[in-house]
Every structure is written in structure tokens, then in C-alpha cells.
């Protein structure tokens, strides 16, 4: 057993036999040079864990070469002798470097987090805030070593006006953490004591019966999917990607009704939505007469993909009802419709309960004890009332063409 100091000069001397050697280093125990009779030279550390009566054990350091020269390795074999005096095996420790490396690596395991997500709104808005907020700012950083102030700098960055999207992201990302706690990825949420963001004021925002009345007529020329879409949101008082995301096989012209499955709802419970005559009308334009399709999506761009042009949507609606008017309507946005629809009801005298179930909400009288054991549909109660909405609408339509 050769023994001597290990330096380049050392290392340089080596010389291949017939069977592998070894060059033990005189000043740090352990640490030694392997030669193999190829020629391959690779730095070695040999330990026990657990004493003296513990096996002798070896573990490759690496091979000769950058990144590994004498000194580097010398180095790198203090640091697993600290882990050894530590009780950490350094073979586990390897194993612990690899996976922060590739699979805790936040990059690829917020990636993980957002294919586990259920639910088509919220999927997309996952997949959407780990794209814009956290990847930029976190990248690559192991999920372990994800900090507090890793997560103040994510919301840090967003612009001081994105009130509603700061709680968003911060949502996301204590889902995110408490998903890596409940897999054992990491013992301790970096948010954990966070204040969530402030919530923003509720909007009060309602369609006037002239507003809403411009906004139907002005509709159908805008954008191939955008009119229809519009008005299938007033008809029904569904939420935006519900109506956009409709596929022919959820509905039914001969019962009228629109069945959306929990899997394409916001809180992942299933709804089942009367269609008036109004909403009938739209699908019927849609499908280019009575007879529905069997299957596919209702708003197809042309690729075959789902809508998604909301903004170029709206400004375009904006722009015909200013150009008609004169001036603009006062700002609105496509959820104010939904709460145009709640409004309305209360005016028609619309059970609270059944507004609730129109709108699939499950909080108020759906919520809790009471959410459990009262599991009534409402279906006869929900088609009354959207009948009477489209009653109401027609009036508000003043019995025009496009009614």
C-alpha cells in the first residue's frame, strides 16, 4: 500500500501495473488516489460509518480532470469527513445533491405541482403563474433551499396595481409548498406564518338594462367565438372558461339543459344549467340549426383550440359600443355580467338558494352542515328563473332582431 502526499507531482508520477494501486495521503486520513491498469486515475475517500466495528467503506470522489485535481478533491474529501463525523453518510448525501439537482429543482417540480392540479380553471391559472412570477425569479434554486425571501422577491416583482393577481400567486405557491410537505419533499413550508396579501374590495359592478342591451346588440360583430360567447355568458350567468370551454356533448337541445362536468368548474362541483330560449338561439347559430353536434368544442378557433382571445375580444366589443354611442361605457368586465345576472334575479324575486345554484356557488346556504345534507338540485326552481331572466332580457331587447 503506497502512501505519500497527494499533489500534482504525486499524481503525475502514477504509473499503471497489472492491477489497480492506490495512493493513500499521509496528511488527511482516507483520502486517496486510484489508478486502474488503464491508466484512469480518480480520487477516492475510504471510511466507516458507526465506529470501529463498522465496515470499511470507499466512495469515489471523482476522476482525474477538471473538475477534480488534487487540491479540489482534497478539499471535497474534508467536507464528506465533516458529514461522516456527523453521522450523514456521504453516499446519501450524494444522492440528496443529484435529486435537488433534477427533481427538486424548482423548475422541474413546480412543472410536477401543476400536471397534479385539478380542475381546468385552476390548472390554467397555475401553469400560468409559475410561467410569468415564479420561474423568473426562483428558476432553478432547489425546492429545500426555496426561502422566505426567495418569496417575497416573486411578489416583490409583480407590479404594486395587480391587487387581485398578487393573491393569486401567493396562493399558488402555498399550495405549491404544502403539496411538497404532504410528499416529505421538504419538512417545512418557506410560508408558513406568511400574511397572505391584502384581498381586494369586492366589486359592485352591474350591467345597467341599457348597458346590457348595447353590449348584446353590439356583440355579434365582433370576433367568430367572442359574440356568441358573450351572449351565452348574459343567457346563463356561467363563469367565462365554462362557457368558452363548452363542448357539444355537454348539452342537450331536447331537454335543454347543459350538463358541466366538476371537472371543468372552479370548485370542481359539477352543474347542471336550463338553457332559455336565448341560450338555446346562440347554440342553434352556433351549430347552424337545430340538429347539435355530437361532440367538439362549440368555440373552435381554427386550429381546433380552445378560445382564448379575451382581451382582443373585448376591446373590440368596447370599441363598436363607444363608436355607436359616442363614448364608452363605463369600465366592466366580463365577470360583472355573472354579477349582472345575480342582480337581476334578486329584482325578479329569485330565491337566494336558487341563485346560488344557478351560479354553482358553494358558499352561503351551500356551505357546510348545510351543504351536506340539503341536496336538492334546484333544477326545476333554476330553469323558472332563467326563464324569467330571458323574459326579462327579451323586454330589455325590446323584441329586436338579434333576440
Request: aromatic letters at 8%; one cysteine or more; hydrophobic letters at 35%.
Amino acid at each position: 500500500m503506497a502512501t505519500g502526499k497527494i499533489t500534482k507531482k504525486s499524481i503525475d508520477a502514477l504509473e499503471p501495473s497489472s492491477s489497480s494501486q492506490l495512493l493513500w495521503d499521509t496528511d488527511l486520513k482516507g483520502f486517496g488516489a486510484k489508478i486502474t491498469p488503464a491508466g484512469s486515475i480518480s480520487y477516492v475517500l475510504q471510511f466507516r460509518m458507526g465506529g470501529r466495528e463498522a465496515r470499511t467503506r470507499r466512495y469515489t470522489i471523482g476522476a482525474h480532470g477538471s473538475p477534480w485535481t488534487p487540491t479540489t478533491a482534497r478539499v471535497e474529501a474534508e467536507r464528506l469527513q465533516l458529514l461522516i463525523a456527523q453521522g450523514i453518510d456521504p453516499v446519501d448525501d450524494d444522492k440528496q445533491r443529484r435529486r435537488e439537482a433534477v427533481d427538486l429543482a424548482f423548475d422541474n417540480y413546480a412543472s410536477h405541482f401543476a400536471r397534479s392540479c385539478k380542475g381546468v380553471g385552476w390548472a390554467r391559472l397555475v401553469e400560468r403563474v409559475i410561467r410569468l412570477y415564479l420561474e423568473p425569479v426562483i428558476g432553478k434554486k432547489p425546492l429545500p433551499r426555496v426561502s422566505r425571501p426567495d418569496i417575497v422577491a416573486v411578489l416583490d416583482n409583480m407590479p404594486e396595481q395587480q391587487v387581485a393577481n398578487r393573491r393569486n400567486v401567493f396562493a399558488v405557491m402555498r399550495r405549491l409548498f404544502r403539496w411538497a410537505v404532504s410528499r416529505g419533499d421538504i419538512e417545512r413550508s418557506p410560508m408558513e406564518g406568511m400574511e397572505a396579501p391584502p384581498p381586494v374590495r369586492p366589486r359592485d359592478r352591474w350591467l345597467q338594462d341599457d348597458e346590457l342591451r348595447h353590449i348584446w346588440e353590439a356583440a355579434p360583430e365582433c370576433y367568430l367565438c367572442f359574440g356568441p360567447i358573450v351572449r351565452l355568458l348574459i343567457a346563463t350567468g356561467q363563469r367565462r372558461e365554462e362557457v368558452s370551454g363548452i363542448h357539444w356533448q355537454e348539452v342537450d337541445r331536447k331537454d335543454r339543459f347543459w350538463t358541466l362536468p366538476g371537472s371543468r368548474t372552479k370548485n370542481n362541483e359539477p352543474n347542471a344549467i336550463p338553457l332559455n330560449d336565448l341560450a338555446v338561439a346562440e347554440l342553434d347559430r352556433q351549430a347552424g340549426g337545430a340538429n347539435w353536434p355530437k361532440k367538439g368544442r362549440v368555440f373552435a378557433t381554427s386550429s381546433g383550440a380552445g378560445f382564448t382571445g379575451y382581451a382582443k375580444g373585448k376591446k373590440k366589443l368596447d370599441g363598436l359600443i363607444e363608436q355607436k354611442l359616442g363614448e364608452p361605457l363605463q369600465s366592466w368586465r366580463l365577470h360583472d355580467l355573472r354579477r349582472t345576472l345575480a342582480t337581476n334575479f334578486q329584482r325578479l324575486g329569485v330565491r337566494f338558494e336558487v341563485t346560488e345554484a344557478v351560479l354553482n356557488h358553494v358558499s352561503g346556504s351551500r356551505a357546510g352542515v348545510a351543504g351536506i345534507y340539503q341536496r336538492h338540485d334546484w333544477k326545476k326552481e333554476k330553469r323558472e328563473a332563467l326563464d324569467d331572466w330571458n323574459e326579462h332580457l327579451v323586454q330589455i331587447l325590446n323584441g329586436s332582431e338579434q333576440a
